[in-house]
């Protein structure tokens, strides 16, 4: 299906912490190669931009946006910086950064275009900077499974969400409320309860580490909102 791309990026299938996308461009690190970067840009409709983060590919577990930002934890080094500005400001994009401890923003915030989940982990500091980032998201804070790390435990686009089978008929109902649509549970890469690190999604397409099962394909294809997609 033209909508669906299976990959590992140098035999790793979670691909998920090193690259992430959204409706109008995908970050991804260095390590993934030009043919692949050809047809990830085909499947989620984007151009594809390469960096690399903190001296590292883990693109999805430092960085998270959504189609007007970039947020990237203050640790990153000023040539990255620059190079990601250079790159985004061609589409409009603005990237920011901000001063935290907790600096894996993929493991702590969940994000799309209108909502996003922030960890407990952030003080009333750094959720109204936050909120300042994305004046035009409604952010809420909650854990999710028991876990401190929402965006760890599920991957949301603008047209659906698939989520750990770990979360209860409690935690469901609250991302269902705030992101105003039904989510999918599911897993990826034989079993892996921490969805976020097996794909990378927007609204066009989405990635799947290659080591996942067929059913598991099918559950995230269904959740995301593609199963009556139309190209």
Do not use: W
Not at 97 to 113: M, Q, R, V
Not at 168 to 174: E, L, S
Not at 213 to 222: L, Q, T
């Amino acid at each position: 299906m033209a909508h669906i791309a299976i990959l590992s990026f140098h035999g790793d299938p979670n691909i998920g912490l090193h690259g992430l996308a959204t409706d109008k461009f995908c970050l991804l690190g260095r390590c993934v190669r030009d043919e692949d970067v050809k047809k990830i840009e085909s499947v989620l409709q984007v151009p594809v931009f390469q960096v690399g983060l903190y001296g590292t590919d883990l693109v999805g577990l430092f960085a998270i946006a959504n189609s007007t930002t970039v947020l990237l934890p203050e640790i990153i080094y000023p040539n990255e910086l620059n190079a990601l500005r250079a790159h985004l400001s061609k589409i409009g994009v603005k990237v920011v950064t901000l001063k935290t401890e907790h600096t894996a923003f993929g493991n702590n915030i969940l994000l799309n275009d209108k909502t996003g989940l922030l960890s407990s982990v952030y003080g009333k500091k750094t959720v109204a900077q936050i909120k300042n980032i994305f004046p035009d998201v409604k952010f809420e804070q909650f854990d999710l499974a028991k876990l401190s790390i929402p965006g760890s435990t599920g991957k949301v686009t603008n047209k659906g969400g698939v989520f750990s089978p770990n979360l209860d008929d409690a935690d469901i109902a609250k991302v269902e409320k705030l992101f105003g649509f039904e989510i999918g549970l599911g897993t990826v890469t034989m079993g892996n309860p921490f969805v976020s690190s097996g794909i990378i999604a927007n609204s066009f397409g989405f990635l799947i580490g290659a080591t996942s099962s067929g059913y598991e394909m099918a559950r995230v294809d269904e959740s995301l909102g593609f199963i009556n997609f139309k190209s």
